[in-house]
Every structure is written in C-alpha cells, then in structure tokens.
C-alpha cells in the first residue's frame, strides 16, 4: 500500500510539473456491472458501485491526461438471483489520454493498475475470507467516452478489461478469471 501511495504521489507531481496549462480535479462515483471472464466459467454480472477522486491536466484544448484513485467493488454472482457472489475490493490507478473530439465530448484510452485489499465470498447466510487465495495485483486495459456538463459536471461511460488472472490456482485446467466492468460514472470538478 505504501509504494502504491508513493506511485500516485509522484505521479501527480510528474503530470502537474509537466506541460499541463491547467489541472481539475474532482470526484467520481457510479455504477459498475463486473463479472470474471464469461459466462461459460459459470459467472454473471454482478452489481456494485466505484467512487474516488480525479485528477485531469488538460494539455491542450483537444488532448489531457487523466488520473484517479477509485475504491471499485467488482467480482462476480454465482447465481442469477446475486444471492451468491464473489465481493473484489478493488483500490484502482488508471491514467487516461482522452483526446476530445466534439465540444467536450471525449474519447478515454489507457492502463489501470488495481489492488485488492479483501476478497470474500457472500452470500445471505454466511460470508468468507478468500484474499490469501486471489491475486491482489490487477492491470487492465480502459477505454470509454467522457462528456462534460457545463462548467461542473460530468459523466463517463468505461470499460475496464483485466489481462491478470485473479486465481492462479486455476491455471491447471487454463480458465482465466479476469476482471471485466462496465462503468457509468458521475462526477463534479472542483
């Protein structure tokens, strides 16, 4: 965790340093539908929520970068009722190009890293500790659109897809469990 806030800290001072005529920063939460790799590996999506705070250095009117720090719930349901499924408490990096293309309507691209600090398995009746058995390192690819409302506001669409297997202990029989999550987003800038 401390070379994590290390990473973000020296970040923020690399992309404020550099070319950037001006910063926003503000906050972000929203709805995220996860699920671990497909439906035939017996997963379905699952409904939880991400929120956390943005950083954007705007280079010029049509091109910016774009860090976060977001606390993201993700996993899976075993079952379609969501009675059963896997909780991933996610703390993820993602840094953004977003080339915007009409107004402030904009295309995000990048890497995100992600770190799991807790994996349980939850149903109504019981609830258990899986974060020895799961990968806490997380890299995914992101992409999505942006829209800015007015001088405030604003909402993202993202899609998050994972290149780590979260359980390793699977490879024997080569499934790959990784993290794929819709997001919808909303944010205010500061």
Avoid at 68 to 96: K, T
Wanted: glycine residues 8%; neutral net charge.
């Amino acid at each position: 965790m401390k070379k994590l806030s290390i990473l973000v800290v020296t970040l923020f001072y690399f992309l404020n340093t550099s070319y950037a005529q001006e910063v926003e920063f503000g906050i972000k939460g929203g709805m995220n539908v996860a699920t671990l790799g497909s439906q035939d590996l017996g997963f379905m999506p699952r409904i939880a929520y991400h929120v956390g705070g943005t950083a954007e250095f705007i280079m010029t009117p049509f091109f910016s970068l774009q860090t976060e720090l977001v606390y993201s719930l993700q996993g899976a349901a075993l079952d379609r009722s969501q009675n059963i499924y896997l909780n991933y408490h996610y703390l993820n990096v993602p840094l953004l190009a977003k080339a915007y293309f009409y107004e402030d309507a904009c295309f995000e691209i990048g890497m995100q890293y992600g770190y799991m600090f807790k994996a349980v398995d939850k149903s109504y009746y019981y609830g258990q500790s899986r974060s020895g058995d799961v990968n806490k390192n997380d890299f995914a690819a992101v992409f999505g659109l942006a829209y800015k409302l007015g001088e405030r506001f604003n909402f993202g669409l993202r899609y998050n897809l994972g290149f780590t297997n979260t359980s390793p202990q699977d490879i024997v029989y080569e499934k790959r469990y990784t993290n794929k999550v819709l997001q919808i987003s909303f944010g205010y800038l500061f």
